[in-house]
């Protein structure tokens, strides 16, 4: 998962969720198509879970 060049962040939490992964694309289609395409197809991923940001409110300066 760490070699898809989309996965700009990729994190092992505690708890659930187990991973966190932050992903760049260009639109819901896009993404849609990644996940579909790549990540529900890793044979380790066996639940997916996606929060989609509605609007950025204050970013890292």
């Keep these: ?3 898809y060049e989309k996965v700009i962040e990729l994190r ?3 708890g659930r969720p ?3 992964v932050r992903v760049a694309v260009a639109d819901h289609a896009a993404y849609e198509a990644f996940v579909t395409e790549k990540l529900m197809g890793l044979a380790a991923v066996h639940r997916l879970e996606s929060h989609l940001t509605m609007k950025k409110i204050k970013a890292d300066a």
């Design 1 to 3: 998962m760490a070699s």
């Design 12 to 14: 092992r939490m505690y």
């Design 18 to 20: 187990d991973y966190f």
